[in-house]
């Protein structure tokens, strides 16, 4: 183990091996987590320990937190954008939104990302590193912090691809689902991948019941490699494969995302392509007029071509609806609010 030990990232058997094997008795290792669980920002901060411990804690651990550097509320509803600053100094973004369901907060999983995706503000901004376990979950813990309230559904789709750090990944939905951390069921949990299939079929071996988005954004391999690099390494076919096998195992719906971009992959024929490939398939559809980013040259398509493209979806069987946007005025698009602060400091 390394000097410097995320203590927020260790599971309950991690975090009491750790103390037991300097010397402390196990059932401190209950009375951190609730500390920890309480959202202390420092070992200080942890009365009931002796002092012996919180000496041993501050300079071997540190506890991870996510600092609000910029907070954007919509006029329109009840969403609220986030630029989380790390510590060190690097900054994610999160989105909490409201449904009549509960809250739910979409979080980042890396500082950029490698994927390159044409019409993604993240993906060109390209990539710095990964995300612990812990700043996963520090970005959840700040939010409810913040506005006093409870997140009952995560979906990772913010900054990053999930399954390119996928053993902090795991880590991270371990600690979340747990009792001791923040408890949240793992039917309420979606990771949204661009497609890298050895890992979707790993995903599937755990058995994990989170909810599996795919995003697809083209109805086929020509379309797909031109906006999508990783459709060069994983065909669409082998992608729909383990989507497949992703219902088989685990018994859970795959939802497929599929932004609609003029002229590119908006047209009836693509309807009908897409309606084919997914023929027979327990799977729903979310269909998202692009989001406009600078220098990507793409356009959302108009509500028309939307409404023909849903309808032909929905005639061939395929359950398909378009995603509903929340906080309009201030999502712009994943990834934007991090250019538009960084591009503001470089001046
Ligand atoms: N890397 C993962 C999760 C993060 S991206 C993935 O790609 O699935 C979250 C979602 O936002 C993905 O479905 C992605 O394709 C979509 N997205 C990215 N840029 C977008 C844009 N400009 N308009 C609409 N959706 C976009
Ligand atoms: Fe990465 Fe997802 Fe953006 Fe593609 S869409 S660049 S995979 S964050």
Not at 50 to 69: G, H
Not at 229 to 257: H, N, Q, S, W
Request: hydrophobic share 35%; glycine share 6%; net charge positive.
């Amino acid at each position: 183990m390394s000097s410097v030990v995320d203590i927020k990232s260790l599971t309950s058997d991690e975090l009491k091996a750790f103390l037991t094997e300097n010397g402390f008795k196990a059932f401190r290792a209950k009375q951190v987590e609730d500390w920890l669980k309480k959202g202390v920002l420092s070992f200080d901060e942890m009365k009931n320990l002796p002092s012996e411990l919180k000496d041993f804690l501050k300079t071997r651990c540190y506890i991870s937190v996510a600092y609000i550097e910029k907070k954007l509320k919509s006029r329109y509803d009840k969403t609220v954008k986030y630029l989380f600053a790390l510590r060190d100094g690097e900054y994610v973004e999160s989105v909490v939104m409201s449904y009549r369901h509960g809250m739910s907060m979409c979080i980042s999983t890396q500082v950029g990302c490698k994927m390159g995706c044409t019409f993604c503000a993240t993906g060109k901004s390209g990539f710095s590193r990964d995300l612990t376990a812990s700043e996963m979950l520090a970005q959840i813990e700040a939010a409810q912090r913040d506005l006093d309230i409870r997140i009952s559904n995560v979906v990772l789709m913010g900054m990053g691809e999930p399954l390119d750090n996928f053993d902090n990944v795991l880590r991270f939905l371990e600690l979340v689902t747990s009792e001791q951390s923040l408890n949240i069921g793992a039917r309420h949990i979606t990771l949204s991948t661009c497609g890298i299939v050895p890992r979707i079929y790993e995903l599937a071996r755990h058995d994990l019941q989170i909810n599996l988005a795919v995003s697809l954004h083209a109805p086929n391999n020509e379309i797909r490699r031109k906006t999508m690099p990783v459709a060069r390494a994983y065909p669409m076919d082998e992608l729909i494969k383990a989507c497949r096998d992703y219902f088989d195992t685990t018994g859970r719906r795959v939802t497929f995302e599929y932004a609609l971009i003029s002229g590119v992959n908006d047209g009836d024929d693509h309807a009908r392509e897409l309606a084919q490939r997914l023929k027979g398939m327990n799977c729903h559809v979310n269909l998202i007029p692009v989001n406009s980013v600078e220098g990507a040259g793409y356009t959302k398509s108009d509500i028309k071509r939307q409404q023909s493209f849903v309808n032909i979806l929905a005639a061939k069987g395929i359950a398909a609806t378009v995603r509903r946007t929340l906080g309009s005025d201030i999502n712009a698009s994943c990834g934007q609010l991090k250019r538009n602060h960084k591009s503001k400091e470089d001046k």
